[in-house]
């Protein structure tokens, strides 16, 4: 009689494992912040490797950069591109907050994250991207870490006007042509060469000379500023108008409006300011910086403000008027219209800048005119406001 024997099916004791990396992230790139990450990076590296359903791909670790944005995070924009390649497929990370303060930068990367099958685990809130709820969790959640981000973006500022009030002094330049800031002594203390251009500076300036020649000779006597570049009329410019070299210092001239873009705007009295005096040994004397501020007022009332644009141009990301510049390329002139913020040292705008013969044009066809008329537009246009997309928005008196 034939025995029949059933054989078992062989079952793979191999395991489909996950490629897991893991991201952590410190604002400040303190002693205490980078123990805290190298911590977090040995316990990650130790987690991921002693699971034996996982393959350990890495640690990426941001130190002293923001949440709020995700443009200036190095290794979270490598990890999103090893992403995409197929080199991750879990991402471990400790809080919302360390992946993401900007609500909106988080849910558009872990939904684009999981169009790819990535999973996101956030520790601290037991949230798992791909679970049901998660997305909902992570809406509620990212909102108010964002809200933290506002709430310690305003304490700090105030702690900041407090300091300027009690006379405490913050130093945003440790060196500036004719200074060096002292860490121990907490002032500015003068470079005498660098000094004896200052002065020279300042001289050509009371004697009549234009910023621009100013600038030139500067360059031909082979002086450079503190990043050995040359000088030109805009560098010149923050530099004559610059109460340092008489001792002062003046606080908050420039402000962050939005903790999120961080884009600086000057202060034209949305803010209070600061003017501190005799801070450290001046080296432009009381008179002679008297001589400047008159030379200051001479050139200003002589300024013929013949162009029809003039005050009539407003950024709509910085809040600052357009200005006009014309440059010479290869014997053609060119003139443009620029944000004034662009001028200005220690100043960011991505405004678009506009040729004053784009802007005539479009003028010309919205007042239904052959050719821009100067004193049509005059009587009829209140205001131009570049938007950051770079359409124009026009205002006018009628």
Partial sequence: MRKISKIEPVRSTLVNRKKVAAYARVSRDTERLINSISAQISYYSSLIQNNPEWDYVGVYADCGISGTSISDRNEFIHMLADCEIGKIDIILCKSISRFARNTVD????????KELGIEVQFEKEHINSLSEDGELMLSLLASFAQEES???SENCKWGIRKRFQSGEISIANKHLLGYQYDE????????PKEAEAVRWMFQMYIDGISLYNIAKNMNRAGIRSVLGNEFQEASVRSLIFNEVYAGDIRRQKCFISDHVTKTKIIN?????????TDCHEAIIDRETYAKVQAEMKRRAA???????FTGKIKC???GNHFTR????????????WICRSKKEKGITCKSHNYSENRLQKVCAEL??????NEIAFKESVKEITILPDGNLDIKFLY
């Fill in 268 to 276: 034209t009295g949305q803010l209070p300011q600061y003017y501190m």
């Fill in 184 to 191: 121990e002594q907490k002032k500015y203390i003068i470079i």
């Fill in 106 to 113: 988080l849910l558009k990367t872990v939904r684009h994250l």
């Fill in 316 to 318: 709509a990301i910085c």
């Fill in 367 to 372: 007042m239904g005119t052959e050719k821009f």
């Fill in 150 to 152: 506002r709430s310690i």
């Fill in 325 to 336: 510049q014309k440059c010479v390329i290869k014997g053609n002139i060119y003139v443009y």
């Fill in 302 to 308: 002589m300024q013929n403000h013949i162009y029809p």
